[in-house]
């Protein structure tokens, strides 16, 4: 059996609007194992980012609990959760939100100094080996604006890489890139899952859902279903696009 974990048990979110409350997460339960690539759909407003901050616990519930290795999370102080985040969880977002006047390689490596889980001159090299994985040595010594989109993401993954989380939590990473800076990134993703890295990624492209291993459908908050596709392989790329092209209409996404 898979080690699970991340957990979500009867998780809802309700927000003011107009003096009352409104539901965006109604009775989510999910479990999230060790070494998975799951992947979160859903229409626009279905609560698919709100899930995902919910279960990092950067965003507070209003009912139900959230744990994390066996420990309820959901009720930590923010003091607690930040240095959680900062030891165990890893965040990629839509906009890489580096710090303009670092460069590239301190962006990455002041990122897990923070962390405090290695010594400075450990952190740099990691940083440095980490820049070379995700293909952005050359661009290192750059200052954001002076580097590509795709460039910036990547650079961005290396500083969610740094502390060497647990959970790699993936909010539309390829959401402002073009097709081949998107597949650049999603290649990256793939192999950090390959190598274990266990990753929750929130997107609306087919392109990058079927780089999961499984698909959570989100409706009005809820998971209406759920879809397992096994393993990437990109000899599987057309037949895994059409399962979730089929499933996805007939959940009339």
Not at 122 to 141: F, G, T
Not at 216 to 228: A, F, H, N, R
Request: hydrophobic letters at 40%; glycine letters at 8%.
């Amino acid at each position: 059996m898979k080690e699970i974990l991340l957990s979500a048990d009867n998780v809802e979110k309700r927000v003011r609007q107009g003096g009352k409350e409104v539901p965006v997460l109604q009775d989510v339960s999910v479990d999230i194992c060790k070494g998975d690539f799951t992947v979160i759909m859903g229409a626009s407003g279905a609560g698919k980012s709100t899930l995902l901050y919910a279960l990092s616990c950067m965003d507070p519930i209003s009912a139900g609990s959230v744990h994390y290795a066996g420990n309820e999370i959901s009720s930590y102080s923010e003091d607690q959760l930040a240095a959680l985040r900062a030891k165990e969880f890893g965040f990629v977002f839509q906009q890489t939100h580096l710090v303009s006047n670092l460069t590239l390689f301190e962006n990455v490596a002041v990122a897990g100094y923070v962390s405090g889980k290695a010594a400075p001159k450990e952190m740099d090299r990691r940083a440095n080996e980490l820049l070379s994985q995700m293909n952005v040595e050359d661009a290192k010594h750059r200052f954001p604006a002076e580097t590509s989109g795709g460039e910036a993401q990547r650079a961005a993954i290396a500083r969610a890489m740094i502390s060497s989380p647990c959970i790699l939590f993936a909010d539309e990473p390829t959401g402002a890139l073009n097709k081949s800076n998107s597949t650049e990134v999603l290649n990256l993703l793939t192999d950090l899952n390959r190598s274990g890295q266990t990753i929750l990624m929130v997107t609306h492209d087919i392109q990058a859902a079927i780089r999961g291993s499984r698909i959570l459908y989100l409706e009005d908050g809820k998971i209406l279903d759920e879809l397992s596709l096994g393993s990437w392989t990109a000899q599987k790329e057309k037949e895994r696009e059409e399962q979730a092209t089929v499933w996805l209409s007939s959940l009339r996404w």
